[in-house]
């Protein structure tokens, strides 16, 4: 576990993914990575200190954990960010509605002692079989897409697709 946030780690996030791929690939179902990105974090570090930062991280965690079902995994891969886990979706829209709640959420005031932070999210999401077959593929593509939600205007999901690579 991320000793900050007491949410999964890189490498318990991995070890729950390829067991929900096995499954996946067995049983003929689809599964989603969402990689989140906080937008406007390295601000509050730089403007409030990492205390604060650290502050913003647990409570966005928690925030994150409470908009994903108790069979998903949430885990913090490092810095500020982030990625899910939804080992089993029926379709895209899932995602979406799962990813929309997750902006909302994030996009709320988050009060550390007397301040009001103001943090957004980038989300980037790949579908098994979709937009990878294993692990690492996913997971890059997903990173892939949150770098493309970045990158046109933040606080906003993008699904992966194959023109992100050119």
């Known amino acids: 576990?991320?000793?900050l946030s007491n949410i999964p780690n890189r490498t318990l996030f991995s070890d729950r993914l390829k067991l929900a791929l096995s499954y996946a690939k067995r049983e003929k179902k689809l599964?989603?990575?969402?990689?989140?990105?906080?937008?406007?974090?390295?601000?509050?570090?730089?403007?409030?200190?990492?205390?604060?930062?650290d502050i913003v991280l647990k409570k966005v965690s928690r925030q994150l954990v409470a908009c994903v079902r108790e069979s998903d995994t949430v885990a913090r891969m490092g810095g500020d960010e982030f990625v899910i886990l939804l080992p089993i979706i029926d379709d895209e829209n899932d995602v979406k509605s799962v990813a929309d709640k997750i902006l909302e959420a994030?996009?709320?005031?988050?009060?550390?002692?007397?301040?009001?932070?103001?943090?957004?999210?980038?989300?980037?999401?790949?579908?098994?079989?979709?937009?990878?077959?294993?692990?690492?593929?996913?997971?890059?593509?997903?990173?892939?897409?949150?770098?493309?939600?970045k990158k046109s205007g933040k606080n906003q999901a993008k699904f992966f697709d194959e023109t992100m690579k050119e």
């Open 31 to 53: 599964l989603a990575v969402m990689f989140i990105d906080l937008d406007l974090f390295k601000e509050i570090n730089d403007l409030y200190g990492h205390e604060t930062g």
């Open 1 to 3: 576990f991320d000793p």
């Open 106 to 149: 994030i996009a709320k005031p988050i009060k550390v002692e007397k301040l009001n932070l103001h943090v957004t999210c980038s989300i980037g999401i790949a579908i098994y079989p979709k937009h990878g077959r294993d692990e690492k593929l996913l997971v890059i593509n997903a990173d892939m897409a949150m770098y493309q939600a």
